[in-house]
């Protein structure tokens, strides 16, 4: 809809994890560095904690895709809320074994060990990732447990990753699932999103989508999108996107503070924020552009806005 007007040759902000868009900050890249070692190297257990839209799921995708874990052949279940009887059938399923593998635990691991084991000869590895994890019932944490029990000698033939909100960290410290915790040789945990992170977040998405940042959203939109969305990249999406839409409804660009605080109110995302001074720039708003105007600023201006600024001007 508003992409000729912007220039774009994509949606920017959808809400799905499209590998295209990846962005990586600090703690997501340690994450993902995680991820690919837990799977490709035969770690019993990786957990993954991080609140809503911060970005799980992507970055599971993004690890299963990688080179690092071609070989990695992953049964991936998101949808935690199964019984025992049906978690079992679906690993049974997923993993391709037969029918009888499907009815009792016995019979799975009966047929999954040799399984895993053939694998592991043929330099395969098989992997189970369990998002949404807080979800799990403790039966179904211990299930996975035994699960991770599966190894030789030398080696565990089954990585699991759990990922899931702070909750899983809750589930992970209760007494009667200390022996799945023992289990856990890998963890990361993700936060929102900093200021300059959002700013260069929503520039690598503008950019995968076509377009240059600094023609879209003034710099005191992006801090404005920074509070309301409490650095959380789904909903930074979402405002993006609405923001987008009401740029286009108005024929103007870029979208400015104002814009951006409509948008905010409709969602009731970050009252506060809307009502608050400005945190970042105290002067009208600016289009994001390049190098020379940060240094016609005060020193004092130029070192609160230089991080979201140099966020633009570096990719
Ligand atoms: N690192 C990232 N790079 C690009 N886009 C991201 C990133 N993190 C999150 N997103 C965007 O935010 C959306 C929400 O992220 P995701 O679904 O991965 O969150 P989640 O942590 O799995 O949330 P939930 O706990 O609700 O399942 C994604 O669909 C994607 O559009
Ligand atoms: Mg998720």
Do not use: W
Request: proline share 5%.
């Amino acid at each position: 809809m508003y992409q000729e007007f912007y220039g774009f040759r994509e949606l920017p902000f959808e809400i799905t994890p499209h590998p295209k868009f990846l962005f990586l900050s600090p703690l997501h890249r340690e994450a993902l560095g995680n991820l690919q070692y837990g799977l490709s190297s035969s770690k019993a257990i990786t957990v993954l904690i991080g609140e809503a839209g911060t970005g799980k799921t992507t970055l599971l995708h993004a690890a299963l895709a990688s080179d690092r874990c071609r070989h990695v052949n992953c049964v991936h279940i998101n949808s935690p809320t199964l019984t025992r009887a049906e978690f079992i059938e679906t690993l049974a399923l997923r993993f391709g074994l037969s029918q009888h593998a499907t009815e009792s635990k016995a019979a799975l691991l009966d047929e999954l060990e040799p399984l895993l084991r053939e694998g592991r000869t043929l330099g395969k590895v098989f992997a189970l990732v369990v998002d949404e994890a807080q979800s799990l019932s403790t039966e179904l944490l211990e299930e996975v447990r035994l699960l991770a029990n599966c190894e030789t000698e030398s080696d565990k033939l089954l990585p699991i990753v759990l990922a899931g909100q702070p909750e899983l960290r809750d589930r992970l410290n209760e007494r009667g699932l200390r022996q799945l915790k023992q289990r856990v040789t890998l963890r990361c945990e993700l936060q929102p999103f900093k200021l300059e992170e959002t700013a260069m977040y929503i520039a690598t998405r503008l950019r995968a989508a076509g377009s240059d940042a600094s023609r879209i959203f003034t710099r005191e939109a992006v801090t404005l999108i920074h509070e309301s969305s409490l650095g959380i990249p789904r909903t930074i999406n979402v405002i993006c996107d609405n923001a987008l839409v009401t740029g286009f409804g108005l024929e103007r660009r870029p979208i400015d503070r104002e814009m951006v605080a409509d948008v905010v109110r409709d969602f009731d995302l970050g009252a506060d924020a809307v009502g608050s001074p400005r945190p970042i720039v105290d002067s009208g708003d600016e289009p994001v552009r390049g190098a020379a105007k940060a240094d016609d600023e005060s020193q004092a201006d130029a070192s609160r806005s230089r991080p979201l600024f140099s966020a633009f001007r570096g990719h």
